[in-house]
Structure formats: structure tokens, C-alpha cells
């Protein structure tokens, strides 16, 4: 590992460790609190298909007429990480997108997907992302969510987007989904078996493949540039924040659902 890597993960560690020990996790213990998750968590599902589909328009030629373009490694590494999460094994014997995988688990376990499908069917029609939000309804805190990895997107710099996309989500994914599985392991069996099999392959893919694969990609986008490698941690750190802001959110509104949780706590 390089040096610039290693001080961009001590720089963020207090962060990433507020994000797996987030007291959210301890708050999924009906399916009542567990659909409340999942309404304000798609759409971090559905966005980060932003930051993918940034790295690959930056790292790889995806116009016609085509020509080689970047690092061949980098392009190797991203179009395998899209592959996966545009069309994932779906435990079935077919193939799904990993948002589409979390729609099914959420309306398996009786989940309101009527706002993601509004937003969705928006952005269908070419309205504006950010807006399409509020006129869908989604949660204010997924709307802020989004809202934070959108200004990362759209700065168009592919090496801060890799930043967010490495350490914001693949290096902290399979942490932060073992303890949502440890939670709703051996509940409701019935209602959760296909957000527990999406929660596993993420678990395993990301870190397996693709977390080694996001950190190669970083490292190649920032290279010996001090100045890129300072605002990479800026958008990670921002990343993370706003992970940590959506949990506590989420936890406020379980909590303003259920207050015989607080008191049980």
C-alpha cells in the first residue's frame, strides 16, 4: 500500500468506524423498523449507481465511434464492478441489478416502493435528479443523502468520485451489511430472504473483489498528485458524514415510530 493510500484510510478511520458501530443496526428488530430502513436506504442503493456509472463514462469509452481510452488496468477493473451491479446473479437463475434485487426485497417484506418507483419513473422521463426527488416524496434524509453524492458526481473529477466510491461505500459496505444481517438473521424468514441474499452477495463481492478493485482504480486516478490524493480524503470524508447523517436519521425515525424502543434500550 502506498503512502498516500494508507494516510487517506487513517484519515477517515474515526469516520468508517462510526459508520459499522452506528447504533441504527441494533433497531431492526420487526419488520415494522426494518421497512422504515429500507425506504430511506434505496436510494443510496439506487445512487450509487452514479458513482459507477461516473468511473466507467470517465475510465472507458462508452460513445460511438469507440476508441482505447485510459488506464487499460482501471478499465478492466470498473467495466467487472459494473457487470456485477448492473447484472448481478440473482440467486434464482437469472440476472438483476442490485437496485432491482432491493426492490424485490422490499416488496417481499411489504415495503413502500411507491416513492423509488415515482422518482424512478421521473428520472425516466429526463426530469432533473435532485428535483425528481422532492416531487417524488422521497425522505428528506435520503433527498440530503443523494444530494451529497451528487455534488461529488458532478464535480466531474473522476479521482474524487473514486474516493467516495472506495472508501464512502465498497470499503465499508460489507461491515455496515454484517451487522444489518446479524440483525434480521433468523426473523421473519419468510419476509427477508431475498434482502438477506442481497445483503450477502454484497457482503462477499465487495469484499472479495471489488473493494481490492476501487482502491487500485483510486490509486491509479490520483497517482504522485498531493493535490488530488487532499481532495480524495475531502470526498471521502464527505462521503462518510453523510452516511453517518442518513443513519441518525434513520434511527430518529424509528424511534419516532416505535418509542417503546427507546425506553427498551
Known amino acids: 500500500m502506498n503512502k498516500q493510500l494508507d494516510s487517506l484510510l487513517r484519515?477517515?478511520?474515526?469516520?468508517?468506524?462510526r459508520v459499522a458501530s452506528h447504533d441504527v443496526y441494533r433497531f431492526l428488530e420487526n419488520l415494522e423498523?426494518?421497512?422504515?430502513?429500507?425506504?430511506?436506504?434505496?436510494?443510496?442503493?439506487?445512487?450509487?449507481?452514479?458513482?459507477?456509472?461516473?468511473?466507467?463514462?470517465?475510465?472507458?469509452?462508452?460513445?460511438?465511434?469507440?476508441?482505447?481510452?485510459?488506464?487499460?488496468i482501471s478499465r478492466r477493473l470498473i467495466?467487472?464492478?459494473?457487470?456485477?451491479?448492473?447484472?448481478?446473479?440473482?440467486?434464482?437463475?437469472?440476472?438483476?441489478?442490485?437496485?432491482e434485487l432491493y426492490l424485490g426485497a422490499m416488496e417481499q417484506c411489504g415495503a413502500d416502493t411507491s416513492c423509488i418507483r415515482n422518482f424512478i419513473n421521473r428520472i425516466r422521463r429526463n426530469e432533473d435528479a435532485l428535483e425528481a426527488l422532492h416531487k417524488s416524496g422521497a425522505p428528506k434524509a435520503s433527498q440530503a443523502f443523494v444530494a451529497s453524492t451528487w455534488k461529488i458526481v458532478t464535480s466531474h473529477s473522476p479521482?474524487?468520485?473514486?474516493?467516495?466510491?472506495?472508501i464512502g461505500r465498497e470499503e465499508i459496505v460489507p461491515e455496515m451489511f454484517q451487522r444489518v444481517i446479524e440483525s434480521i438473521r433468523g426473523r421473519f424468514p419468510k419476509q427477508m430472504d431475498s434482502f438477506a441474499y442481497y445483503l450477502e452477495r454484497h457482503i462477499n463481492v465487495d469484499k472479495e473483489r471489488h473493494w481490492p478493485m476501487a482502491m487500485r482504480m483510486l490509486e491509479a486516478l490520483c497517482g504522485e498528485e498531493g493535490s488530488k490524493w487532499k481532495e480524495a480524503v475531502e470526498a471521502a470524508q464527505?462521503?462518510?458524514?453523510?452516511?453517518?447523517?442518513?443513519?441518525?436519521?434513520?434511527?430518529?425515525?424509528?424511534?419516532?415510530s416505535h418509542p417503546q424502543v427507546l425506553i427498551s434500550s
Open 159 to 166: 479521482h474524487k468520485v473514486a474516493a467516495a466510491f472506495a
Open 33 to 72: 423498523q426494518v421497512r422504515i430502513f429500507m425506504e430511506h436506504h434505496v436510494y443510496a442503493v439506487w445512487d450509487f449507481m452514479a458513482l459507477v456509472k461516473s468511473l466507467q463514462n470517465a475510465l472507458t469509452c462508452t460513445c460511438v465511434p469507440w476508441l482505447p481510452q485510459g488506464d487499460p
Open 11 to 17: 484519515s477517515t478511520r474515526s469516520l468508517r468506524d
Open 238 to 256: 464527505t462521503s462518510l458524514k453523510a452516511r453517518i447523517q442518513l443513519w441518525d436519521d434513520v434511527k430518529r425515525q424509528i424511534l419516532l
Open 79 to 99: 467495466n467487472e464492478i459494473t457487470l456485477d451491479e448492473e447484472s448481478d446473479e440473482d440467486g434464482k437463475g437469472g440476472y438483476r441489478s442490485h437496485f
